[in-house]
């Protein structure tokens, strides 16, 4: 069997496990229904689930839609906790928890070593699986919030649906059809991630639909083979740095293009040089840049006289280099678990504070609802509170539109027309209104921390844990969406404007069609987008359709692209078609680094 199939079969017994279970604390699959005799842990995920069905309905439009969305991230969530398990196991970060030997009776080396301290509990269903399994996510939830209780999608079904869902997951590695290595591979959560949510994907393409703001992570999901990912985070990063470090060791090591042989770039300090990838997916960019970077902190100890603690290395690059955004809660798990895992691999005892890469998959409450929560003494003055309320807004729709959403850009928009405003009265002999106007000049720096408690505020002005837990997200996707990188690479999603659906046609071309018509293909206004994140001297490395080159529809994206960058490289694979591993995945692409 295919590993498609192994991940189907997985995915349905998860799903039917958590909806055994919200039916049998009375969610069912069109209302909520009183229960009696619920016992503790129940009564309280009963509480919790309504709390969050209750904000997803407010994203959705409806009470089914919210469940089934819920189940969805229930569903995923216990997915990748169990997968995310094998890769560490395979990796030996600790005992085996989830693969199951014959010299442990059949059981996993930690479930053996839990029971000799747990006798009681041989008698236990299944000797106490569930159990086991709940204590071993509270040992990983130290180090890893998604193994937390408190974690937004935590939950548990019974001792044999979890069973059934760990044989399954030890199938894999025993098909004779795939590699028996398979967990050890850098980018078997990416392949999961894809294999788990392609059943989606081809029911929309059948269905004929358009694509909606909320199908565009199904619909556009193509995997980024990783020589191309090696091609271009090489030829950006890798070059970026041999522009500040011409004589390094790194051009030796990697395969950089036109690698400079003298300094063209003031040096700045590994710490400072910044990363995203605005569609990051499962992380497959981020991933292998991880290995880059490590490579740069190295050769700064050992050549330029650095003092970088060496076991410190993982952390300071999570937490200064990489960032990342995608709309898909659970493919962020994915990257923020893979960099976990890479983190660990290099310094078992590690500890990461937090990530960088997010999920723009919140629901932000009507800001109505945020405002009564700032003290009268902690008021933004007028002018910020107007643009608060605008801003407030435009971020509602970042759980539709992610990385596309511009709050720098809009924010500096109207700054201007403000400015405009002020200028005209004066020059009308205005100059009261003029005089009295605070200057604009450090509004930026009182805007952005006074929208950030407005996040804050909205979330934790309420009782739901569900809110409470976005808080960060919500917060920190404010921070990155702001920032300027150094380097924005990506494979973006691929979508024509004649599919997209009617509000995801007018966010596009209410904020990309004008000046330049970056409207006519999602790739477009993701080029567009990380010209926007990068600062004046950084690098875009991106791999999408070479149909930008020639067709009649992009060529304002082609007149942009030869006024505001160079091209530094580019490779077109045109008509040329790669078949990936066997996977059915063909390759018909360019890909380049814009600087």
Known sequence: MKLQGHVDSIRQLIKNGISNYLDRIGIKQNEIKQVSNLIGEEETLRVKITGIIENLTGETGSFVLAREKALDEFSFTLFNRIAAIKVMEAHILFPEIITKKAENGGRSFSHKAWLEKNEARRNDELEGLRDFIRFEFKQLSEEINLYSNDYPYDILPTSFEINSVIEAF???????????????????LGWLY?????????????SGEKTEYNKVSIQSQVYTPRWVVKFLVDNSLGKLYLEMYPDSVIKNKYKIANAPKKRVRDTKPVTEIKMIDPAC???????????????????????????????????????NN??????????VQLAQIGLYIKAKRKSRSIHIDHFNVVSSDFYLPPFSEALPFYKDDEMPDQDVLNLLKEMWSELQKAHKFGSLLRPEEKFNERIEK???????????GDLFVFA????LGDYKDKFFPALEQAF??????????????????????????????????????YTDSGDFGPELKMFIENNYKKPYKFNTNLYAAFIKRCYELTDESGYISLIHPHTFMFIQSFEDVRKFMIKHTHVDLMVDYGLDRVNLFGTGILLDATWYILS
């Open 170 to 188: 030890n199938a894999i590695e025993k098909d004779g059809d795939i590699d028996p290595d398979i967990w050890e591979s850098d980018d078997v």
């Open 436 to 439: 009295e106007t605070k200057s």
């Open 456 to 493: 804050a505020c909205g979330y934790y002005g309420g009782d739901k844990s569900f809110l409470r837990n976005k808080t960060s997200d919500s917060i920190r996707y404010l921070s990155i969406i702001s920032q300027k990188y150094d380097i924005a690479t990506a494979n973006p999603p």
């Open 418 to 428: 403000l400015r405009s405003k002020m200028v005209n009265k004066h020059l009308q």
């Open 194 to 206: 894809e294999s788990y949510n392609n059943y989606k994907k081809e029911a929309h393409k059948d």
């Open 322 to 331: 990489l960032y990342g955004i995608d709309l898909d809660d659970r493919a």
């Open 281 to 319: 997916g499962s992380g497959n960019f981020l991933l292998y840049a991880f290995d880059l970077f490590h490579d740069l902190y190295a050769d700064q100890i050992e050549n330029y006289g650095e003092n970088y603690d060496e076991s410190d290395i993982p952390r300071l690059i999570i937490e």
